[in-house]
């Protein structure tokens, strides 16, 4: 593509999204399609000769759309949120533009350092413990997710507890180790600890309490009996804003039963960390001293369109130990001199693409205040969405509903809060999902998207009343 | 940011993108910055209001441009290629621009359905075998890169061998599981296995015939002690181009063991495989139909900017085994219909973006001649390139060329060859790295990125004879 068509080809492309993301809140956000649609609508066979590049668009419009579900529409509720912003999407259209490698700081120095120090500014944004800072012994990395975040922190874990030997002789032959987290804990936990060859039967998914955090004693009476079993803990994965419910998991409390018991302790506030931004939402915060890593995801609630997962260890070296490989081919000078961090030491994969960029442009568009002024924007929202549940006798909290996802139900049952739910979401206005919160169906109003605002959310609630209607209390 | 302004910054962006293309030979290839460098260029603390687009792209060439390592001058041959184009760039852009999420079907049933579609299209374009298909029991996946494809191999295989007892009771009380590779694999089985939890004892690392291909009867000898030994064999690595010298492991000799010995045989042609693009290149991949799985990056050589791995497998079912998880926040009736692919099921993180895009803008924009016209032309490149060191008496080829890497040398010795490769990547003029081949020191010229033309090729090869003749033979 020659640069004058590029020039047209990217206009036209930029005017699409800029249209789109204008006009996206009067699109049905939840797709329509049946199995297998958007296949028979492609051609069977790749073409031969080159196409335009108008033509390729007017197929994103034709044959594309109807299949697309609308994360970016202000009437998304469902799951997370996965917000994105104008800078975002710009950041990444330049990261795509330079092309440029960042698995060792010698690929690209620009690459490796300003992600370095953008994940430096977020400790002080979010109030993190100093430990992690990249200019003690600690440092923040970009992943794609918190899964791979929460796979890496258990494989440090694992080397650690193991002094290297799951690496080098395999576990075959090692003590069983025991991993630990809530009931409520996300499904990475469990994966990782698969993927890490550890089993499932060696992952403990601990009793909450009636708010769905971890309780502590329970902790401490699974270490007991599973020491006294000849086992070997060795990992927590507490949680900060569960995906099902928002629980935050007692850190104050955990973290001394982890540093009494050498639990490497693993922080996962996948969306709720961006929260932190806000110095009166860092209650939840209380002992993160204690962490030996933390993740959050500014692609879920801080603009930033996914992948971009920020991951801090307190120390890197444990880390780097656990994933450290170094052939002939990626030897350079600036590895052997130490004085670079080589990111494909900090991940699984090997390759890695320029995002520092996004969530550089992110921060730098809207500030730190600008940043803040739209969590809070979000939180309020959401408290207000709770605050008509909470009048309106047809409904009720299924869990507290400490920041920006709120979980309630129809008082009819679950077959009714499963019908509400088909109803709005193939209406095409609104889109949520549901969780199972002690036993029951709950619905999952989760608020964070960039383009939502109080009319979005004052409307997905008279919708839900007027579903809720059809069914007896 | 508003609707108008996105724009504004929007056309800036690829104007600067389409300039920085245009002029990219001229920008010396390899960053000459020293560690530190960048960082301290930038503010300490992140701003507290927002700054405007301009000033944001005012730093982009200011404070990161000095620490930008150009992947994509055409005299970048270093490495592997990582190459991109016009229309990889803009489904880039447009997968951030739309921003869905596509860990389901559900969540963006056209994120899912053009994915399988377009890696069946792959399948026919590269001649593979029809088992990979997904209208049959296989199909396509795009992984991140080639490192988490063989990850996802191995932990197939794993859960194949031990009949998902390494999921469910965990590595510790099974037999040792062993896995082979060729000495010249790359380092991403060593990682594959550490993170499996097989440990490295567990890893062969065969012996390799003159042309650095794994020899087979090194593998069936090696399988025989194991057996012996009353350990597991249970998975091959094997390469169709090896990062080091491009080697071409012999399928159709190894295939047939694996078979005998029930070996998963995962076939890595990370950069090699886009070669399969052309007839003529095809008899390297003779014995892939013993592959129960394969991997190859469009993000190397197809001209689709990284990330796009391209992973398929015999049995999906395999995979999917090894790497499902549905906690009750993601159940829906399309993935409880068992009627669509779930790719979440067939990677290791949760989340995916949609990057089905950029590979259909690619294969659109050139067609399927365009692609093959693009890789015998660096083919051929390479082959002049070639046939000029065998020409000059000075230097000498150090592993056969069958495609666009040749390895080559100084015949005097080590320090030579390395400072001329210091030389000539001090100078900017171009970028390439070296290897070991038999214990020398060899120099890798990596002829792939979009922009280069015979005539890079050409100065390249004259500046290294410059660079050369400071050296006695």
Same mark, same amino acid.
């Given at each position: 593509?020659?640069?004058?068509e590029?020039?047209?080809?990217?206009?036209?492309?930029?005017?699409?999204?800029?249209?789109?993301?204008?006009?996206?809140?009067?699109?049905?956000?939840?797709?329509?399609?049946?199995?297998?649609?958007?296949?028979?609508?492609?051609?069977?066979?790749?073409?031969?000769?080159?196409?335009?590049?108008?033509?390729?668009?007017?197929?994103?419009?034709?044959?594309?759309?109807?299949?697309?579900?609308?994360?970016?529409?202000?009437?998304?509720?469902?799951?997370?949120?996965?917000?994105?912003?104008?800078?975002?999407?710009?950041?990444?259209?330049?990261?795509?533009?330079?092309?440029?490698?960042?698995?060792?700081?010698?690929t690209?120095?620009?690459?490796?350092?300003?992600?370095?120090h953008?994940?430096?500014?977020?400790?002080?944004?979010?109030?993190?413990?100093?430990?992690?800072?990249?200019?003690?012994?600690?440092?923040?990395?970009?992943?794609?997710?918190?899964?791979?975040?929460?796979?890496?922190?258990?494989? =440090?874990a !694992?080397e650690q #507890?193991?002094?290297g +030997?799951?690496?080098?002789?395999?576990? $075959? @032959? *090692?003590?069983?180790?025991?991993?630990?987290a809530?009931?409520?804990?996300?499904?990475?936990?469990?994966?990782?600890?698969?993927?890490?060859?550890?089993?499932?039967?060696?992952?403990?998914?601990?009793?909450?309490?009636?708010?769905? =955090?971890? !309780?502590?004693? #329970?902790?401490?009476? +699974?270490?007991?009996?599973?020491r006294? $079993? @000849? *086992?070997?803990?060795?990992?927590l994965?507490?949680?900060?804003?569960t995906?099902?419910?928002?629980?935050?998991?007692?850190?104050?409390?955990?973290?001394?039963?982890?540093?009494?018991?050498?639990?490497?302790?693993?922080?996962?506030? =996948?969306?709720?960390?961006? #929260?932190?931004?806000?110095?009166?939402?860092?209650?939840?915060?209380? @002992?993160?001293?204690?962490?030996?890593?933390?993740?959050?995801?500014?692609?879920?609630w801080?603009?930033?369109?996914?992948?971009?997962?920020?991951?801090?260890?307190?120390?890197?070296?444990?880390?780097?130990?656990a994933?450290?490989?170094?052939?002939?081919?990626?030897?350079?000078?600036?590895?052997?001199?130490?004085?670079?961090?080589?990111?494909?030491?900090?991940?699984?994969?090997?390759?890695?693409?320029?995002?520092?960029?996004?969530?550089?442009?992110?921060?730098?568009?809207?500030?730190?205040?600008?940043?803040?002024?739209?969590?809070?924007?979000?939180?309020?929202?959401?408290?207000?969405?709770?605050?008509?549940?909470?009048?309106?006798?047809?409904?009720?909290?299924?869990?507290?509903?400490?920041?920006?996802?709120?979980?309630?139900?129809?008082?009819?049952?679950?077959?009714?809060?499963?019908?509400?739910?088909?109803r709005?979401?193939?209406?095409?206005?609104?889109?949520?999902?549901?969780?199972?919160?002690?036993?029951?169906l709950?619905?999952?109003?989760?608020?964070?998207?960039?383009?939502?605002q109080?009319?979005?959310?004052?409307?997905?609630?008279?919708?839900?009343?007027?579903?809720?209607?059809?069914?007896?209390?």
């Amino acid at each position: 593509m020659e640069e004058e068509e590029f020039r047209r080809a990217g206009y036209a492309l930029v005017d699409w999204i800029a249209a789109y993301r204008a006009g996206v809140e009067s699109r049905p956000v939840l797709s329509q399609v049946t199995p297998g649609a958007i296949r028979a609508a492609l051609p069977p066979a790749p073409p031969a000769q080159g196409e335009s590049f108008d033509a390729i668009l007017a197929d994103v419009d034709r044959v594309l759309m109807p299949g697309i579900t609308h994360w970016q529409s202000p009437n998304f509720f469902a799951y997370f949120p996965a917000n994105s912003s104008g800078p975002s999407i710009l950041g990444e259209l330049l990261s795509a533009g330079l092309g440029v490698q960042g698995m060792l700081w010698a690929t690209s120095p620009a690459c490796t350092e300003l992600e370095t120090h953008v994940l430096d500014w977020l400790v002080e944004m979010l109030d993190l413990p100093r430990a992690f800072l990249s200019t003690g012994e600690g440092g923040g990395v970009i992943q794609d997710t918190a899964s791979s975040a929460v796979l890496c922190a258990l494989l =440090a874990a !694992r080397e650690q #507890a193991t002094a290297g +030997q799951g690496n080098e002789a395999g576990l $075959a @032959g *090692l003590p069983r180790l025991v991993a630990y987290a809530s009931s409520q804990a996300h499904s990475a936990v469990e994966k990782a600890v698969k993927i890490a060859g550890l089993g499932r039967q060696q992952l403990r998914l601990l009793e909450v309490d009636e708010v769905f =955090a971890l !309780r502590p004693e #329970a902790l401490e009476r +699974q270490l007991r009996a599973d020491r006294a $079993a @000849g *086992l070997q803990p060795f990992f927590l994965a507490a949680t900060l804003g569960t995906t099902s419910s928002n629980a935050m998991d007692p850190l104050a409390a955990l973290g001394p039963l982890c540093q009494q018991h050498q639990l490497w302790l693993h922080v996962d506030a =996948a969306m709720s960390g961006t #929260a932190a931004l806000c110095p009166e939402f860092r209650s939840w915060f209380r @002992g993160m001293e204690f962490a030996d890593s933390f993740d959050f995801n500014p692609h879920k609630w801080m603009f930033t369109n996914f992948d971009c997962s920020c991951f801090y260890v307190r120390r890197r070296q444990a880390l780097i130990r656990a994933l450290s490989i170094l052939p002939e081919y990626l030897r350079n000078q600036a590895t052997a001199s130490g004085a670079v961090f080589d990111y494909r030491d900090w991940q699984i994969p090997l390759g890695r693409r320029f995002r520092a960029l996004k969530l550089w442009f992110v921060i730098r568009h809207y500030g730190v205040e600008g940043l803040q002024r739209e969590v809070r924007r979000h939180v309020a929202l959401a408290q207000e969405f709770a605050a008509g549940v909470r009048a309106d006798p047809a409904f009720e909290l299924a869990a507290p509903a400490p920041l920006n996802l709120v979980c309630f139900r129809h008082r009819g049952g679950d077959a009714a809060n499963q019908a509400i739910m088909d109803r709005l979401n193939h209406s095409g206005d609104l889109y949520l999902t549901h969780t199972r919160l002690a036993g029951q169906l709950a619905l999952r109003m989760s608020i964070g998207q960039t383009l939502t605002q109080p009319r979005h959310v004052a409307n997905a609630w008279r919708r839900i009343q007027e579903e809720g209607r059809a069914f007896a209390v």
